[in-house]
């Protein structure tokens, strides 16, 4: 299965529907995905979530990013996200391919889907923050997913019953 990383801070309103997009310097076996293509969307902040691709990966060069596409990403202006993609890809230009890919988090019954395995978070210990835990899970194997409930920054596992 296909993975995408996300870096710090992404996690919660990728979880909320805030986040349903992502600009990435374009490298063709990174970044094509095609509709309803489900990959792995690996958080630094913690957690792996399963996302379902919403459109087939649109590239274009950066010069020609809208204002619009750059602030679906949370950037303010084509500018301002070139500015903070810099920071990912300092050899970065404005004729460079970006990758505009746009994503939903899978769900079951409403509940997102997310690694419940992981050795960065310990989400009995999660609080409004997810903060990186030393301890590993006991569970296994490490690619073992099930849906999770997110309610006000504190995890709770879901029901087992999926009717």
Request: aromatic share 12%; glycine share 6%; net charge positive.
């Amino acid at each position: 299965m296909k993975k995408l990383v996300f870096g710090t801070g992404h996690l919660v309103p990728t979880l909320t529907g805030k986040k349903k997009i992502t600009l990435r310097k374009y490298r063709p076996k990174s970044h094509n995905f095609k509709k309803d293509e489900v990959i792995i969307g690996v958080f630094k902040d913690g957690w792996d979530i399963l996302l379902r691709i919403t459109t087939t990966t649109k590239t274009k060069t950066f010069h020609d990013l809208s204002d619009g596409e750059a602030q679906e990403d949370g950037y303010s202006d084509a500018q301002d996200a070139f500015n903070g993609l810099w920071l990912y890809y300092p050899d970065l230009k404005w004729s460079n391919r970006i990758a505009i890919i746009r994503y939903e988090v899978l769900q079951v019954n409403n509940v997102p889907v997310v690694s419940i395995v992981t050795n960065k978070v310990n989400p009995a210990k999660s609080t409004s923050s997810l903060k990186p835990s030393k301890k590993k899970s006991a569970l296994t194997p490490s690619n073992c997913f099930a849906p999770v409930k997110f309610l006000l920054g504190r995890f709770y596992e879901a029901s087992t019953s999926f009717a």
